[in-house]
């Protein structure tokens, strides 16, 4: 089946600096992924949407700037977290398109996440 | 609109009953709606889809309802055993975008 792998599975780093993860689909190309991020207790919000060989499109109120999302090849797109605070920790979890469904709609194949610690 | 939750509600069932998890979404231009499964630090595992054009799917052990008059959907669950603990979100799209909107999620707890 399709398998989407996220790396790495958990980060902590120091208020300022960077995280890069990696989203992966393995056995099928995605031109479209999805990067959507989970507080604790709470559902899953969309970030943006993440297209192959374009520009990221953000939802109202992610800035572009701070996460930087590159979509470079058919089966990788990358989040960075950039200059990282502890209001940024998360659960960062990637998406993408596979095989459609009985019913003929694309399912869509979630990645197992990426927990972002900030101290 | 996007629905965002601040609290999981909780459902408790005892194991071997069946369980009904319930979803409200409020736009009339969705037309196909998945639930997902989410264990504890985990990514959603897709459980089951349906589309506007129908009102009721089955699965194994699962059945989506749908009520497009009062924009409700329903997951149902039968014979619950212990490893479907878990967090339960119902997703929407609508006609021709991409995005899928998550709901609010529901817990599932399952009593021995």
């Known amino acids: 089946g399709a398998v989407v792998s996220q790396h790495p599975s958990w980060v902590i780093c120091k208020s300022g600096t960077s995280v890069k993860i990696e989203c992966r689909s393995l056995?099928?190309?995605?031109?479209?992924m999805f990067w959507y991020r989970q507080f604790p207790k709470q559902s899953l919000m969309l970030m943006a949407t993440?297209?192959?060989?374009?520009?990221?499109?953000?939802e109202q109120g992610v800035e572009k700037d701070k996460f930087l999302i590159n979509h470079a090849s058919l089966t990788l797109s990358t989040l960075t977290v950039t200059s990282a605070h502890p209001e940024d920790s998360s659960f960062y979890i990637c998406?993408?398109?596979?095989?459609?469904?009985?019913?003929?709609?694309?399912?869509?194949?979630f990645g197992a996440g990426s927990r972002l610690t900030v101290l | 609109g996007e629905s965002v939750g601040l609290h999981l509600p909780t459902l408790s069932v005892q194991e071997g009953d069946n369980s009904i998890i319930n979803c409200a979404y409020s736009?009339?231009?969705?037309?196909?709606f998945i639930w997902y499964k989410q264990e504890s630090g985990k990514g959603p595992q897709f459980i089951i889809d349906?589309?506007?054009?129908?009102d009721k799917r089955q699965g194994q052990r699962v059945t989506v309802l749908l009520n497009k008059t009062v924009k409700h959907l329903s997951l149902q669950i039968a014979a619950t055993q212990p490893g479907d603990s878990a967090v339960y979100f119902c997703?929407?799209?609508?006609?021709?975008?991409?995005?899928?909107?998550f709901g609010q999620g529901t817990r599932l707890t399952i009593n021995p």
């Open positions: 998406s993408a398109g596979s095989r459609p469904s009985t019913v003929g709609a694309n399912v869509l194949t």
């Open positions: 056995d099928f190309q995605a031109t479209t």
């Open positions: 993440s297209n192959e060989g374009s520009k990221a499109t953000y």
């Open positions: 736009n009339s231009a969705s037309d196909y």
């Open positions: 349906i589309r506007s054009n129908m």
């Open positions: 997703a929407e799209k609508t006609q021709g975008a991409q995005k899928l909107v």
